[in-house]
């Protein structure tokens, strides 16, 4: 499975963008999404997960009520439609994914995803 993460870039405090991650070679249909950042000198943490038919979404406290994922499996890809952006939110945004057989368990958690895209970059200025 290879993922390109798209969408990122520079956005004022209180703007919105919406990331795209696109899967090639292989279909999404039966694979948990995630969404990660890292920012400079942070560790890279979760920001959201969806299931693999999108039926169940999970998002760190940080986001919440500000960021929407959502998949297109006809399309393979997942979104991330961020708005209401802080400075604080800038970071490499990484869209990851792992097969259903692993469960929605630790949907969390980086060490479980298996899949990687190369990141897009996130600035929001104050």
């Known amino acids: 499975v290879q993922l390109q993460a798209s969408g990122g870039g520079l956005v004022q405090a209180g703007g919105s963008l919406r990331l795209s991650c696109a899967s090639s070679g292989r279909s999404i249909n039966d694979y948990i999404m995630g969404w990660f950042r890292q920012g400079p000198g942070n560790e890279r943490e979760f920001v959201s997960a969806i299931n693999w038919y999108g039926g169940y979404t999970y998002y760190a406290d940080s986001v919440k009520g500000r960021f929407t994922i959502a998949r297109d499996n006809a399309k393979n890809t997942v979104y991330l439609q961020m708005n209401n952006l802080k400075p604080d939110d800038t970071a490499v945004y990484y869209c990851?994914?792992?097969?259903?057989?692993?469960?929605?368990?630790?949907?969390?958690?980086?060490?479980?995803?298996?899949?990687w895209g190369q990141g897009t970059l996130v600035t929001v200025s104050s």
């Open positions: 990851a994914s792992k097969h259903r057989r692993k469960g929605w368990d630790y949907a969390n958690n980086r060490h479980s995803y298996d899949y």
